[in-house]
RNA sequence: GCUGGGGUGGCGGAGUGGACAAUCGCAUCAGACUGUAAAUCUGACGCUCGAAAGGGCUACAUAGGUUCGAAUCCUGUCCCCAGCA
């Protein structure tokens, strides 16, 4: 049996659950108050981008990032796998991957590496609940020889990162519950081999739980291949995580494989730009995600809002749904001011929550 | 009334004899967005035929003219703005 509950800060969470991602320490155009009225009961923050702007001293006297942002639901923490794939990868800032680590150079005179073990440490300073070990990313699209050169790295660096996760939790004294789960990433791209291999060998060093990393996504639609290698080959008490999954039927779908914790852009994102997602629904009882299409897409800035004072949805119980008139939102959006996104992303986590509702009482 | 400047596509605003259906921005329309480099990006945008390549037509206030060729030069008319009366 896979497990039910999500252990965090004193408290426990039924899975599954959807965390929005606030990567530099908040969710875009929210505030936490916002994010907790959604009914969301957690967020991700991002390891790599909170290393490099964080003063760890005044990190350390908040009582770790959940102090620091005054929130008090779930946090779990990436690794940083991610942004290393995208932000150095593509070379939009400089630097390089070795065994070793990710060495950074932010300016002539610095030289930053970011070891798997830094990330790890630094995520124990953060004190989140879930901790995420430094994966090196499969580039979508690679040849088996550079995938499974990436998969080793992330084994290797797997490795590095329990070692220093426990040394850490030996040093404060954490154990059992006390300590934050620890999460491998399952790297290996379109290699189902390579997939398997990686799950064994993170099996092996021992984890609470599986990522599934990589992008297994093309022209929009996820190959779930990968992840049920994932969830055959890694033990029942492992928590399986969808790192970044996804679209609302993405979720749904790896619900199925065994996944039960997700997080994604998608919801704010699509929020900030006016994308508002509606259950094709007159009342939240009647919701039913079993159905193919279960779910349709509202433009906010679309011209012919204008003169339409009707709400966004009958069946939302959100501020947005509940007090303001699609004119009013299209009014917001059209002279650029923030509350529209706040109102819009609220309405679209509200829409995730209520999504996740639906999978825990299915 | 005089003098000077100007009238360009839904709007702003380039262009000052051929490469102009007309840079660019806005608006509009369509699409994208999945461990946030993203309050972002891409495409279309006179009418019309075509799947496309490409073709046809009408256009730079308006009426004429000069020229092989005009949004661009000349003349008349209308309108706008600034300065002077």
Redesign the pocket.
Known sequence: MRPKYFRFNGGRLVLPVFF??A?RGF???LDFLDVKKTGVQGV?V?TFHLWQLMNRKILKKAGGIRGFMGYHGAVIS??G???V???IK?G?SSGRITDEGVILNPSRNKRLIFTPEESIRFQMELETDMV?VL?D?TDPGVGHKKADESVSRTIDWARRSKAEFEKICKKKGLKGDKKPYLLG?V?GGEFMDLREKCTKELVKIGFDGL?W???P?K????NFESAKVISKFSPSNYLLYG?????PE?VVNCFGLGFSIF????P???G????LYLFNSDSIDEININVGDFYHFY?A????NLTDNSKISNYCDCILCKNYSRSYLYHLF?I?N?IA?RLSSIHNLRFYSLLLDKLRNA
């Open positions: 929005p991602d990567t969710v875009k155009t991700l991002n990436d690794s796998g991610f942004q794939m995208s932000v593509k939009i995420v994966d990313f990433v790297q990522g990393g990589g992008w996504i022209n929009g639609k996820i790192l970044g999954i996804g679209k993405d997080d994604c852009v998608l704010t994102r699509d900030r730009h006016g994308r433009d800035k679309k011209e012919k059209k650029e923030l996104m």
